[in-house]
């Protein structure tokens, strides 16, 4: 459904994201008779968009595919009277009210509030095989999809901290856990490393990068390249995480909302409010910790009472 603007009509709230933190903010607002406008955005759906199972989401007894999950949130917000419009906002003027927002296509939209939910994406690594097999043994998220490698081999691309965490627990399911890094020192705090060290389930390959990921269905393994002696080899894994990074996506907004050094945007504490009255953040655009579609939601419905609040504050 595409939302039809009339020329220079002011919103009350326009929501940036349609993952699970700008759907249930949606969901929450339009509930509140705020009649939302909900930008879709680079991704439509958010990160579950490229999910397979969805098996820790509450509510569901079987595993929900990503994508249905997120359509279900979509016809929930249109129900209640959510509006959505197709495209990508290229520039945002914070700095005086009305909040204004163009589009890629020219379009101007004028706002009262502003949800920021756009949510951050996974660094990857831009193999061949790397997108074809997302969701069917290749993953940016262990607290996600740990689960469905049971008794399996296992490899995690990366060597900071985040890497650290997600091996460990890993090796909650997996056989086992091959951290692969292109550097001969790791990244990761002394803490750590201590901690995968003494994993017995954990081993490592420095001065290593993963070439390709290998398999037709599913991953059935991937090649590395030694890049002190140029040997290259494969390795048998079921699963492939990426753990390089997450970034925000808050590009737009770093001149104007205070934010991290990484461009993770800050909120008051419980709250979803940023420095600039009338904007607020929800799901991980301000979370680079849980990241999580629970999470998201929650923060979700937040910024959306949040919001209310204000709008009734400024009446």
Same mark, same amino acid.
């Given at each position: 459904?595409?939302?039809?603007?009339?020329?220079?009509?002011?919103?009350?709230?326009?929501?940036?994201?349609?993952?699970?933190?700008?759907?249930?903010?949606?969901?929450?607002?339009?509930?509140?008779?705020?009649?939302?406008?909900?930008?879709?955005?680079?991704?439509?759906?958010?990160?579950?968009?490229?999910?397979?199972?969805?098996?820790?989401?509450?509510?569901?007894?079987?595993? /929900?595919?990503?994508?249905?999950?997120?359509?279900?949130?979509?016809?929930?917000?249109?129900?209640?009277?959510?509006?959505?419009?197709?495209?990508?906002?290229?520039?945002?003027?914070?700095?005086?009210?009305?909040?204004?927002?163009?589009?890629?296509?020219?379009?101007?939209?004028?706002?009262?509030?502003?949800?920021?939910?756009?949510?951050?994406?996974?660094?990857?690594?831009?193999?061949?095989?790397?997108?074809?097999?997302?969701?069917?043994? /290749?993953?940016?998220?262990?607290?996600?999809?740990?689960?469905?490698?049971?008794?399996?081999?296992?490899?995690?691309?990366?060597?900071?901290?985040?890497?650290?965490?997600?091996?460990?627990?890993?090796?909650?399911?997996?056989?086992? /856990?091959?951290?692969?890094?292109?550097?001969?020192?790791?990244?990761?705090?002394?803490?750590?490393?201590?901690?995968?060290?003494?994993?017995?389930?954990?081993?490592?390959?420095?001065?290593?990068?993963?070439?390709?990921?290998?398999?037709?269905?599913?991953?059935?393994?991937?090649?590395?390249?030694?890049?002190?002696?140029?040997?290259?080899?494969?390795?048998?894994?079921?699963?492939?995480? /990426?753990?390089?990074?997450?970034?925000?996506?808050?590009?737009?907004?770093?001149?104007?909302?205070?934010?991290?050094?990484?461009?993770?945007?800050?909120?008051?504490?419980?709250?979803?409010?940023?420095?600039?009255?009338?904007?607020?953040?929800?799901?991980?655009?301000?979370?680079?910790?849980?990241?999580?579609?629970?999470?998201?939601?929650?923060?979700?419905?937040?910024?959306?009472?949040?919001?209310?609040?204000?709008?009734?504050?400024?009446?």
């Amino acid at each position: 459904m595409t939302s039809l603007l009339k020329s220079g009509e002011v919103e009350d709230l326009t929501v940036l994201g349609t993952g699970p933190a700008g759907l249930t903010a949606a969901i929450y607002s339009a509930r509140a008779n705020l009649r939302p406008l909900c930008i879709d955005g680079d991704q439509p759906g958010g990160q579950l968009t490229i999910t397979s199972e969805v098996e820790n989401y509450p509510g569901f007894a079987e595993p /929900v595919l990503g994508p249905d999950l997120m359509m279900a949130f979509r016809k929930q917000a249109e129900r209640f009277g959510t509006r959505f419009l197709q495209g990508k906002v290229v520039r945002a003027d914070l700095s005086k009210k009305p909040f204004l927002l163009e589009m890629d296509d020219g379009k101007k939209i004028w706002t009262k509030t502003l949800i920021i939910a756009s949510g951050a994406s996974a660094q990857w690594l831009g193999l061949p095989n790397e997108k074809r097999l997302m969701g069917k043994g /290749v993953s940016g998220c262990a607290t996600c999809d740990g689960f469905f490698f049971r008794n399996a081999d296992v490899a995690i691309v990366g060597g900071g901290d985040t890497a650290m965490e997600e091996a460990t627990f890993l090796t909650r399911f997996a056989k086992t /856990v091959t951290i692969i890094h292109r550097r001969n020192q790791l990244r990761a705090s002394k803490a750590m490393q201590d901690k995968a060290q003494k994993n017995p389930k954990i081993r490592f390959l420095l001065d290593s990068q993963v070439e390709d990921i290998l398999g037709d269905q599913s991953v059935s393994g991937i090649r590395i390249k030694n890049l002190e002696t140029n040997v290259i080899s494969d390795l048998e894994v079921q699963g492939v995480f /990426v753990a390089i990074g997450h970034h925000p996506n808050t590009a737009l907004f770093k001149s104007q909302l205070d934010c991290d050094s990484v461009g993770y945007l800050h909120t008051e504490p419980r709250s979803t409010c940023t420095n600039i009255p009338g904007v607020f953040a929800a799901g991980d655009v301000a979370d680079r910790i849980y990241r999580q579609a629970v999470t998201a939601a929650g923060t979700g419905c937040m910024a959306a009472m949040d919001a209310e609040s204000y709008l009734e504050s400024e009446e």
